[in-house]
């Protein structure tokens, strides 16, 4: 199974690499996306020349001509040689507008000529099978996502399908050799041959239309992606700093929050905590990993960089998200030391107390908030001393009680001695 992947995997790697449009493409580069096409559209050549010296070496080798093996000998040199040219002007400047534009018209024409004359050699044997090519030739074309182009291959298509029409399919020049026009159009217009010339080019000419339409839609689209994706490039450059900007506002308080045993203890305390009240393991795990995740500021505090790549907008979003847990982790360490300076200071109003239970009332956030502010209560700070345990035990039996989901208080004030342990063996 393992073998049947790694197979699919690669054939799937492999034709992205020689036809796919969209591989490392910045479509608003129009030079890039005609490079890119042209590389495409060449390997689709080589493709169809191998295709078409397979059918001439069986032809010749059918017929055993000495015209046939002429015919598929020379085709050789003029293929290489056009292939040459074909890549020189792919790769020689490959962000030269003018050289790439060049080359689409080359691979054009060749297209153009090479089904000619595959129409003209094979005539005689698959005339049905050599006019077919015609149309897969204006397939390939129409590839380039180009209008002009298409409409330049209609008025040179229907010149050289008219041509071997009259030359070959019916024989117009000799079968009527020496007539003037007026003579012709009454002798040839009631024949089955010119019912059937007219069908052809009516035919091709819807043929035609179609593929002018799905082109027009096609480059219609690829149009409104190209400038939907530059007004997201420009909406999210003013994102990527206003964002900054208010990481750094957020961040600037940040060094009150950042004392690293202050957050290991109310890390090992809230998952201890979130264990006895009987959260799932995911909440569990989630819990400690949002109480120490404000330590990763670094990550997000430059946030301005080269947004040019689909893997850069995606390294955006993940920061951006990054910074708005930080920015909420800072938040319910800054609810913490509001609530013990309030208390502290005999401002703990009801409409403080409503105000505070208004941010992040989740439960998982309630279990950090507790250590938090029991880790602070027991801490030095500026603006008061070290509360002993059991201080901070009446204060959340009497006055911090109302902050937290009740079951919440009960079970931390049922382990409270496990939770001083905690706190004095660190």
Same mark, same amino acid.
């Given at each position: 199974?393992?073998?049947?992947?790694?197979?699919?995997?690669?054939?799937?790697?492999?034709?992205?690499?020689?036809?796919?449009?969209?591989?490392?493409?910045?479509?608003?580069?129009?030079?890039?996306?005609?490079?890119?096409?042209?590389?495409?559209?060449?390997?689709?050549?080589?493709?169809?020349?191998?295709?078409?010296?397979?059918?001439?070496?069986?032809?010749?080798?059918?017929?055993?001509?000495?015209?046939?093996?002429?015919?598929?000998?020379?085709?050789?040199?003029?293929?290489?040689?056009?292939?040459?040219?074909?890549?020189?002007?792919?790769?020689?400047?490959?962000?030269?507008?003018?050289?790439?534009?060049?080359?689409?018209?080359?691979?054009?024409?060749?297209?153009?000529?090479?089904?000619?004359?595959?129409?003209?050699?094979?005539?005689?044997?698959?005339?049905?099978?050599?006019?077919?090519?015609?149309?897969?030739?204006?397939?390939?074309?129409?590839?380039?996502?180009?209008?002009?182009?298409?409409?330049?291959?209609?008025?040179?298509?229907?010149?050289?399908? =008219?041509?071997?029409?009259?030359? %070959?399919? #019916?024989?117009?020049? /000799? $079968?009527?050799?020496?007539? +003037?026009?007026?003579?012709?159009?009454?002798?040839?217009?009631?024949?089955?041959?010119?019912?059937?010339?007219?069908?052809?080019?009516?035919?091709?000419?819807?043929?035609?239309?179609?593929?002018?339409?799905?082109?027009?839609?096609?480059?219609?689209?690829?149009?409104?992606?190209?400038?939907?994706?530059?007004?997201?490039?420009?909406?999210?450059?003013?994102?990527?700093?206003?964002?900054?900007?208010?990481?750094?506002?957020?961040?600037?308080?940040?060094?009150?929050?950042?004392?690293?045993?202050?957050?290991?203890?109310?890390?090992?305390?809230?998952?201890?905590?979130?264990?006895?009240?009987?959260?799932?393991?995911?909440?569990?795990?989630?819990?400690? =990993?949002?109480?120490?995740?404000? %330590?990763? #500021?670094?990550?997000? /505090? $430059?946030?301005?960089?080269? +947004?040019?790549?689909?893997?850069?907008?995606?390294?955006?979003?993940?920061?951006?998200?990054?910074?708005?847990?930080?920015?909420?982790?800072?938040?319910?360490?800054?609810?913490?030391?509001?609530?013990?300076?309030?208390?502290?200071?005999?401002?703990?109003?009801?409409?403080?107390?409503?105000?505070?239970?208004?941010?992040?009332?989740?439960?998982?956030?309630?279990?950090?908030?507790?250590?938090?502010?029991?880790?602070?209560?027991?801490?030095?700070?500026?603006?008061?001393?070290?509360?002993?345990?059991?201080?901070?035990?009446?204060?959340?039996?009497?006055?911090?009680?109302?902050?937290?989901?009740?079951?919440?208080?009960?079970?931390?004030?049922?382990?409270?001695?496990?939770?001083?342990?905690?706190?004095?063996?660190?």
């Amino acid at each position: 199974m393992k073998k049947k992947d790694h197979l699919k995997n690669y054939t799937k790697n492999f034709f992205s690499r020689l036809f796919g449009f969209e591989s490392d493409i910045d479509i608003t580069d129009d030079v890039m996306v005609l490079h890119r096409r042209n590389i495409v559209i060449k390997n689709i050549i080589f493709l169809s020349n191998i295709i078409y010296s397979i059918i001439l070496v069986f032809i010749a080798s059918v017929n055993k001509e000495p015209s046939d093996w002429l015919f598929s000998a020379l085709s050789f040199p003029f293929t290489f040689f056009l292939n040459n040219v074909i890549n020189r002007l792919i790769f020689g400047e490959r962000h030269d507008k003018t050289k790439q534009e060049v080359a689409m018209y080359v691979e054009a024409i060749y297209l153009f000529i090479s089904s000619i004359l595959i129409y003209a050699r094979l005539f005689y044997n698959f005339e049905t099978v050599a006019y077919i090519l015609i149309y897969y030739s204006v397939v390939v074309i129409s590839l380039y996502q180009s209008r002009r182009l298409i409409l330049w291959t209609f008025q040179g298509m229907i010149a050289g399908i =008219t041509f071997i029409h009259f030359v %070959l399919t #019916y024989s117009i020049t /000799e $079968d009527y050799k020496g007539m +003037n026009i007026g003579q012709f159009v009454k002798a040839f217009l009631p024949t089955h041959a010119a019912q059937d010339f007219f069908l052809r080019l009516v035919v091709f000419s819807i043929f035609m239309l179609v593929i002018y339409a799905i082109v027009s839609m096609g480059a219609y689209m690829q149009e409104e992606r190209k400038n939907e994706l530059m007004k997201r490039r420009e909406v999210q450059g003013d994102f990527t700093h206003i964002v900054g900007d208010l990481f750094k506002v957020v961040l600037s308080s940040k060094n009150a929050f950042l004392d690293k045993q202050h957050v290991d203890l109310v890390a090992k305390m809230s998952e201890r905590l979130a264990g006895y009240f009987g959260l799932s393991v995911l909440q569990i795990n989630q819990i400690k =990993t949002y109480s120490t995740i404000h %330590l990763n #500021y670094q990550e997000v /505090e $430059d946030l301005v960089f080269d +947004n040019e790549t689909e893997s850069k907008y995606e390294l955006l979003q993940e920061k951006t998200l990054l910074g708005t847990r930080i920015a909420k982790r800072l938040q319910l360490a800054q609810k913490a030391e509001d609530i013990a300076r309030a208390h502290i200071e005999g401002v703990a109003t009801d409409a403080f107390f409503e105000q505070m239970r208004k941010i992040q009332p989740e439960i998982e956030a309630q279990v950090i908030l507790l250590c938090d502010l029991y880790v602070t209560m027991r801490s030095s700070k500026s603006y008061k001393r070290p509360y002993p345990n059991q201080a901070v035990i009446q204060l959340f039996e009497k006055s911090f009680v109302r902050y937290f989901d009740y079951n919440l208080v009960e079970r931390f004030l049922k382990f409270k001695a496990e939770f001083e342990k905690i706190y004095n063996d660190y």
